[in-house]
């Protein structure tokens, strides 16, 4: 069993910056892409960041410049720093990682997701 757990959204202003965490736990063998999502109320899930086991980043254009993906494989832990925060960056955030949990099995799995809200 993986599981994925979210921290650190919340209630921000405009121009803010808030940090996520996703701490991954359970029968991990190794860990490859760690992702960040976003799916906000009417739309599809959006992905916002990726970080592959060699560290190379990728992000969605709407975020460039203002967010940064980062992990930490000592602690099986993936973070997205927020920053210059638009209201329209307000959704459920959500990390999934692709995760080897045996010799011959590896799959995706999802956190449960953390609210960002940006209004004043």
């Known amino acids: 069993q993986v599981q994925l757990v979210e921290s650190g959204g919340g209630l921000v202003q405009p121009g803010g910056s808030l940090r996520l965490s996703c701490a991954a736990s359970?029968?991990?063998?190794?860990?490859?892409?760690m992702y960040w999502y976003r799916q906000a109320p009417g739309t599809g899930r959006e992905l916002v960041a990726s970080i592959t086991s060699g560290e190379a980043t990728n992000y969605a254009d709407s975020v460039k410049g203002r967010f940064t993906i980062s992990r930490d494989n000592t602690k099986n832990t993936v973070y997205l720093q927020m920053s210059s925060l638009k209201p329209e960056d307000t959704a459920v955030y959500y990390c999934n990682a692709l995760i080897q949990t045996s010799s011959v099995f590896t799959n995706y799995y999802w956190g449960q997701g953390t609210q960002v809200t940006v209004s004043s």
């Open positions: 359970g029968s991990i063998r190794i860990i490859y892409g």
